[in-house]
């Protein structure tokens, strides 16, 4: 995430920059959120779930609040990939024995096996596969992570080739940290991929919660760009495989046949619309209800 309790300030893609106050662990929510003991549904997921580039409440996790009336926490962030959001949903909800969520919704898009490619460079992430117990206490060490992602945010104006500890400790924007290495269509999807899905379905299974996986497909797949379908269908049937909650929302929004591109910023390579993310929040929200 990003740092807490400030003014957040990310891309414009919508012809305005997102703004909003972070919440006291650097995540895109009222904070009040974090009051609640027991939440309908919690969120994990990169930039689409973060909410890039709309403003609340447009982002997915407020359409599904004002849609169902009930408590959503937003875990996502820009650039996580499967393994940062996997620790992300183990320190803040696994090892946090104050909350529970009746919910677990993994937004996910096909960029994100190459973030999973390079997070397993990491032996710190990979600690997370090796003992489902294994934590870095984020939720206690709050003002220190506050104090060295301060002085950071500073340097990387200067240093950005640089790689550094904190992104690791709050485990922040890993992905764009390291250049990509192989082409879209070179990729094959890591063993690690099904081992940090089924240990989701166990865990949430072990926590009462349901787990969904939600596919979002990578926008490059209506913009006419080097799309790899070959690696879509591999995430489809390895979900299936699992016997996990599968919401495919380029199969919803195919549907009815509309101009899809009109969901995204003047109709453009890019995130989501607040049409778009309205849209698919509801298609989300039909999903698990």
Do not use: C
Not at 44 to 73: E, Q
């Amino acid at each position: 995430s990003g740092v807490s309790n400030s003014k957040t300030i990310y891309q414009n893609e919508n012809g305005y920059y997102m703004i909003y106050d972070s919440d006291r662990f650097g995540f895109n929510n009222p904070d009040y959120e974090w009051d609640n003991k027991e939440v309908d549904s919690i969120l994990i997921g990169d930039s689409f779930t973060h909410g890039a580039s709309v403003n609340r409440p447009n982002d997915i996790a407020s359409v599904l609040r004002n849609i169902s009336g009930k408590s959503i926490l937003n875990l996502g962030y820009s650039a996580n990939g499967p393994l940062i959001e996997y620790g992300a949903i183990n320190e803040y909800l696994f090892q946090n024995n104050d909350l529970t969520a009746k919910n677990i919704i993994w937004l996910f898009t096909d960029n994100d096996i190459q973030g999973l490619i390079y997070e397993l460079e990491s032996d710190l992430l990979k600690k997370y596969l090796q003992n489902k117990n294994f934590s870095q206490n984020l939720i206690s060490q709050q003002n220190r992570v506050d104090q060295i992602a301060n002085k950071e945010i500073i340097k990387t104006k200067y240093e950005t080739k640089r790689f550094y500890f904190f992104r690791f400790l709050k485990l922040y924007e890993l992905r764009n940290s390291i250049v990509f290495k192989q082409k879209y269509n070179d990729i094959r999807i890591p063993s690690e991929f099904t081992e940090i899905l089924s240990n989701m379905k166990k865990l949430s299974q072990e926590n009462n919660s349901n787990f969904y996986f939600v596919y979002i497909p990578d926008p490059m797949m209506y913009f006419g760009r080097n799309f790899n379908y070959e690696l879509r269908d591999q995430i489809i049937k390895i979900v299936e495989d699992l016997d996990i909650n599968l919401i495919d929302i380029h199969l919803e929004l195919s549907k009815n046949n509309e101009n899809i591109k009109k969901l995204y910023p003047f109709q453009l390579l890019g995130h989501y619309n607040v049409a778009g993310y309205k849209k698919v929040s509801k298609i989300i929200f039909d999903g698990i209800n």
